[in-house]
């Protein structure tokens, strides 16, 4: 049981290019969210999925996409990185509305 | 919409003594409460969850929070830390027809020895 895991650990972009990153749970978990993280920021929420098929934006949902083609997987896309967008990104998932998250180990996106 | 507030951005304090890290939060419907922990280059651990019933919640690692929704608190108390409870501490809130978390700032706990 692996919890939630996310691919890659690390990336560096140049501004322009697109990238993918993919959120995996094993929970069977309804909800999965993406949040990314700023030093002084906290965690704010950038899209989220209350199930296979459905997706939601959420408070910073600019410059990103994403996608949940099944219920395991959640994806955050950027078609074309900015040096805004340098930051620790995070997938978590629920099981219910309001329950509690499970967090992944994060990502770390540098865009120069 | 849901806001977090962490009245405090960092907070020293002496291994062995008690903390509190206060939380206020602004909402004018039932909701969920949350801390969460956070040590360095990992991702995040709920520590304690209030939901409803009793507003005293006990956590891991020996924490607990007391609910008050009539100061709209959730501060998160310790009466004796250690040196490895140095950490960011979130404190979060769902409800209201949100579906994702909202985040106060964070609280960086400093322990000394």
């Known amino acids: 049981n692996a919890g939630v895991t996310q691919t890659p650990k690390f990336r560096v972009l140049k501004t322009g290019q697109s990238m993918t990153l993919l959120c995996a749970q094993d929970?069977?978990?309804?909800?999965m969210y993406w949040y990314r993280q700023d030093p002084g920021m906290g965690l704010r929420l950038i899209h989220y999925?209350?199930?296979?098929?459905?997706?939601a934006k959420g408070e910073v949902p600019d410059g990103y996409n994403v996608s949940r083609l099944k219920k395991q997987n959640f994806l955050l896309g950027l078609e074309s990185a900015a040096p805004s967008q340098t930051s620790v990104y995070f997938c978590?998932?629920?099981?219910?509305?309001?329950?509690?998250?499970?967090f992944g180990p994060g990502t770390r996106l540098t865009v120069t | 919409a849901q806001s977090v507030t962490q009245l405090d951005s960092q907070v020293p304090v002496f291994e062995e003594a008690p903390v509190e890290l206060r939380c206020n939060y602004s909402?004018?419907?039932?909701?969920?409460l949350f801390w969460y922990v956070q040590y360095p280059n990992q991702g995040l651990q709920l520590l304690l969850k209030?939901?409803?019933?009793?507003?005293l919640v006990k956590g891991i690692n020996g924490f607990e929070a007391e609910f008050n929704k009539s100061q709209t608190s959730f501060h998160l108390r310790k009466p004796s830390v250690h040196i490895s409870d140095t950490a960011e501490y979130f404190c979060?809130?769902?409800?209201?027809?949100?579906?994702?978390?909202?985040f106060g700032k964070g609280t960086h706990l400093i322990i000394q020895p």
């Open positions: 999925s209350v199930g296979e098929g459905t997706t």
């Open positions: 978590a998932s629920s099981y219910m509305r309001g329950g509690e998250q499970y």
């Open positions: 929970m069977n978990h309804e909800y």
């Open positions: 909402s004018s419907v039932s909701v969920y």
């Open positions: 209030y939901l409803s019933g009793s507003t």
């Open positions: 979060a809130v769902v409800g209201g027809g949100a579906d994702g978390l909202t």
